[in-house]
């Protein structure tokens, strides 16, 4: 599985164009902005786009969605409680799967509620649940403190510190890093109290 990573928008947003190698199937990830370079790489490369999928519904992940569509056919997938136009619903564990490869869906409520990761191939598309050196914010609509402590310390990391992490935002040092590096200098992993995690985000 080939990432491309491409830089979006003025909000610092990441759009993936994932290419499947030996069948040249691919899939997008969080289409916003800047469509006609996302468009540019599946063309340059000859990619069949066979899903546009969303790591949450908030605009700036999701707001290219039609236009995408109409340009490659795909079908938009999002998390069974997305509240956003979407032609397919994913459930925690399903397995998306475009050409010889596959990802599966881990429900990661906290950011939003129908927040997910994707795991596949030694990748982690983290979305906003998790960035390099921080985490996604909580204070928008659908956002919940305990929800994410859940998702980080009962979900993330238990995983592979080998994964290569590819996050929602260029908000950290780098634009990827490992699991196994966000567990050691990521203050939101490191090893504390569910009070204590409130605390540090705010919520008394």
Not at 77 to 84: A, D, E, F, G, R
Not at 120 to 127: A, I, Q, R, V
Not at 176 to 190: D, I
Request: with cysteine; aromatic share 6%.
């Amino acid at each position: 599985m080939i990432v491309h990573q491409i830089a979006v928008g003025n909000m610092q947003n990441f759009t993936y164009v994932l290419e499947d190698e030996s069948t040249s199937e691919g899939i997008i990830i969080d289409p916003s902005w800047d469509l006609d370079e996302v468009m540019r790489v599946v063309k340059k490369n000859n990619l069949r786009i066979k899903y546009i999928v969303n790591t949450h519904h908030h605009f700036d992940h999701t707001i290219g969605n039609e236009t995408i569509k109409k340009e490659t056919l795909a079908l938009i997938l999002q998390y069974k409680t997305s509240t956003i136009k979407h032609d397919q619903e994913v459930s925690h564990g399903d397995k998306i799967v475009f050409g010889k490869s596959e990802l599966s869906v881990i429900h990661t409520p906290g950011h939003s509620k129908d927040s997910i990761c994707l795991v596949g191939d030694g990748k982690l598309f983290s979305g906003d649940t998790l960035f390099v050196g921080t985490c996604g914010r909580i204070d928008l609509p659908g956002g919940d403190a305990k929800e994410l402590y859940d998702s980080i310390v009962n979900v993330l990391c238990k995983m592979d510190d080998d994964l290569i992490m590819y996050p929602g935002h260029n908000y950290g040092s780098t634009p990827t890093s490992t699991l196994g590096m966000q567990k050691k200098m990521n203050f939101v992993m490191q090893p504390r109290t569910e009070a204590e995690f409130l605390e540090i985000m705010g919520i008394s």
